[in-house]
T-cell receptor, first 112, second 113 residues
Framework: IAGITQAPTSQILAAGRRMTLRCTQD?????MYWYRQDLGLGLRLIHY???????GKGEVPDGYSVSRANTDDFPLTLASAVPSQTSVYFC???????????FGPGTRLTVL | GDSVTQMEGPVTLSEEAFLTINCTYT??????LFWYVQYPGEGLQLLLK?????DKGSNKGFEATYRKETTSFHLEKGSVQVSDSAVYFC????????????FGTGTRLTIIP
């Protein structure tokens, strides 16, 4: 069982470019999440999805969008990247209400 | 809103030393509490959790007790090893609304032989 996979592992991106970070889980979990990790700030929630077809905004949603067309995939899109979006991005998923969240290996994104 | 405050790092200890990483929280109601660990170059892994007051979570020699009276969930280990070197995150999950986690800022732990 792969769990959660994220792609790419790392990316350097010019400011203004569009970028989609991919996240796929094979655990048939209903809920999925995107966090960004910044030094001194811990992890902050960007967007979440409680089930396929629904999404919600987290703590820091500006500049990001998500979609949840099916259970397994939860891509995160930066429509026009800015340097402040340089971060490590983690995708996570959880099953039934109250279940543990499981994290992917992360994507390190640098916006120049 | 919900918040988690954890001990500032970095923390450096000698092998076999006793470890405490403090964590306190602010939340409505009775949240679930977690410690996650992030080893170098990896994602976060659940280390332990507690879902109600006075519960003790334990794993790999680490323990933490859910103390509602002091709103704390301090992480302890009696004898640390070099392999425990990592970043540790305290987190809470509210039992209201969505299932999102609120994280502390993380504490980097380095164990020297």
């Amino acid at each position: 069982i792969a769990g959660i996979t994220q792609a790419p592992t790392s990316q350097i991106l010019a400011a203004g470019r569009r970028m989609t970070l991919r996240c796929t889980q094979d655990m048939r979990h209903n809920a999925m999440y995107w966090y960004r990790q910044d030094l001194g700030l811990g992890l902050r929630l960007i967007h979440y999805s409680n089930t396929a077809g629904t999404t919600g905004k987290g703590e820091v949603p500006d500049g990001y969008s998500v979609s949840r067309a099916n259970t397994d995939d939860f891509p995160l899109t930066l429509a026009s990247a800015v340097p402040s979006q340089t971060s490590v991005y983690f995708c996570a998923s959880s099953g039934e209400k109250g279940d543990t969240q499981y994290f992917g290996p992360g994507t390190r994104l640098t916006v120049l | 809103g919900d918040s988690v405050t954890q001990m500032e790092g970095p923390v450096t200890l000698s092998e076999e030393a006793f470890l405490t990483i403090n964590c306190t929280y602010t939340a409505t109601g009775y949240p679930s509490l977690f410690w996650y660990v992030q080893y170098p170059g990896e994602g976060l892994q659940l280390l332990l959790k507690a879902t109600k007051a006075d519960d003790k979570g334990s794993n790999k020699g680490f323990e933490a007790t859910y103390r509602k009276e002091t709103t704390s969930f301090h992480l302890e280990k009696g004898s640390v090893q070099v392999s425990d070197s990592a970043v540790y995150f305290c987190a809470l999950r509210s039992n209201f609304g969505n299932e999102k986690l609120t994280f502390g800022t993380g504490t980097r732990l380095t164990i020297i032989p």
